[in-house]
Structure formats: C-alpha cells, structure tokens
C-alpha cells in the first residue's frame, strides 16, 4: 500500500528519477521546451527546424554559451565547445591534440570511466596509469597525490574528478605544476564551484547535469589549441572546431538549445554556488541515512572519497535486491538499479533532483527496512 503523498505524487507524474545518466532534467527546463516546441519565439517554427546558420539558432547558441562562462568563470583565454561524439569521443580526441609533442600522458585510474580513458588513449602513444583507486578496509578510495607516480616529460595528466559507476570523487584538485591536467568532469560538472584556472582542458558530456544527451562541453585553455597527430579524422581535431566556433558541420542544434535552457535554469536559481549548497544537503542526508543503518544497508566507498552526485549503496541482503527495486518503482523511486558491473543499488542525485526526491527515497528505504529487515 502506498502512502497517500506517493500516490499522489505519481499522479502529477512526479516521478523521481534516479537514473546516472540520462538524468532527470529540471522540471521548468521540460515545461520552457514544451512550450516551445512548435512556435520558438513567434518563427512558426521549431528551433529543431531552424537552420544553424541563421540569427535565431546563433543566438541561442551564444547565450548558452556566455550563461555557462558566467556559471564557471570561464576566463577569456579558454575556448567552450559544443561537439559530439559524447565523452567516449572524447577519451579519443584528448590524445589525438594533446599528445603530440612528447607523445607520453600520465592518467589516474580510479574507476570504470578512467580506465575506459586510459585503454582508448594507449592506442596513441606511451601512457602510463600513475594511480590507481585503492581499497582498504573493504572501503574503496582515492590514493593521496603523495603516492602518484607521475613522469616529468608528460603532455598531459588525466584524471576522472567523479567516477559515475563507482561513486567515487576526487575532494581536491591533483596538482601538477607546468603539465596540464586535464578532467573528465562528465558527472560533477555544475555540482559544484570548479577553478577553470587548475586545468588545461575540461570536458564533459551533457546529459547528467547540463541538459539531454547528444552534445559534449569542452572547455580548452587557448595554448592547447594545435594541430593533431598525423591522419586524425577532421572532425576530431580541437583547433578545427575551436576555428569554426563549433559550427564546421552541423551542430546538435536541439541538444544545445536544451543546454542554454538548463545554463538559464541554474542562473536564475543562485548558479552553481546555490545548487552545491543543496547538492551537500542531499548527499549528507543520504549518507548518513546509510551510515545510520548499517544493519541493512552499507555503502562501499570511503567517507572521504565519496560521490556527491552518485551514491553507491548496497544492501545487506543481497537477495533483497529486486524486491527493492519494484517496491521503490511502484513508488515513484526509478532506476535505482546499480551499474551492471558493480551491483547493488545506486542514486543519482544531479542538480534537477529536488531535496524531496532524496526525502522521498530516504523514507522509502526507511520503511523497506523496518518491513523486511
Ligand atoms: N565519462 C564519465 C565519467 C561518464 O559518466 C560517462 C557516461 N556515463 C562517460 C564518460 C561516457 O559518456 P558518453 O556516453 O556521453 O560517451
């Protein structure tokens, strides 16, 4: 039996959705697009239809663009680039224009996402994994700089700042002097306040905290902006896009204008100072919840190496899982499902996750152990 608030929840189709990715979208960002969707801004026409060349579509473009500079204090001398591909093009494109004078990248594997960087970046010259996460106690964590490994003759240094599948996230950035470092920040970006200024290069697919999936943020520091190994597909070279304003071809014109939607979204509601501060609300309430019940439910990761946006959690029992999902499915509690490779249970919480829904699942869990436990 559901309580009567769930129930009516999922009437109003308030469903809370916790998926790592696509994840939710923010509520009003849904209702601006739907609105829109036929007539964008008196045109007739929809801003899928008009074409990427033409004033409308180029303003869209440049405010989304100038909102998302304003929200990181993105500095002049980086250039911000709407591409395809997602992250995984990325894994790819990083190597192709950064490793090419010493031809050596260090990385830092501390999961799933960095190790994927590290096989796709092997293929084009002398990597060499520097770190790896670690675990201790039965608790996984990431290894303090003081133990890296890393080379002085490097191009560059990759790390994964938050591992989506594993829900573990770096609270500090690694420091490395002249060598630029370079961060997949796919599931943390706009979680909370980045220095721009640290890294060489960001990169970042959209569909987690910026919007649906189709486009991939890359913010690049102006002198990182060069010609690419021999043979590299045109398409994947930054100094081409960088050139053409990420307009070569035809840009993910829809994905973008979502993008610029959600850049509003988060403006108008504080930026990203305000959504870190309930970011950390949420993230506490969730943990400690574990930590309180740990006779049921345990989470894997080190207290201090733990996900802000993607909480990794078990349960005790682990012949309970599926009982689990449907129950909290029929309460309007969705895709809780852990990735396939580590199990368990995990919740996304990005910035569109409201404080009610990460309420709404605590009491949820709440009950499933007082039922079942
Ligand atoms: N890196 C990280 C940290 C991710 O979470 C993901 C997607 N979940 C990717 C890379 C791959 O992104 P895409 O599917 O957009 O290629």
Redesign the pocket.
Known sequence: MLSSQLQENIDMRKVYNFS??PGMLPEEVMRTAQEEFLDWHGTGMSIMELGHRGPEFQGVAEKAEADLRYLMNIPDNYRVLFLTG????QFAMVPLNLMTQRKKADYIDTGI?SKKAVDEAKRYGDVHVAASSVVQHSLMHIPSQSSWTLRDDIDYVHY?P???IDGLEFKWVPETGDVPLVA?M??MILSQPVDVTRYGLIYA?A?KNMGQ?GV?IVIIRDDLIRDPVFLTPTLYSYKLHAEHHSFYNTPPTYAWYISGLVFDWMRRHGGVEAMYKVNLRKAKKLYGFIDEHQDFYFSTVSPESRSLMNVVFSLKNEKLNDVFLKEAGDAGLTNLKGHRIVGGMRASIYNAMPEEGVDALIAFMHEFARKHG
């Open positions: 790592a990715g997602g992250a995984s093009a996402w994964t938050n591992e989506t997949d796919s599931s697919g569909q999936a991939t």
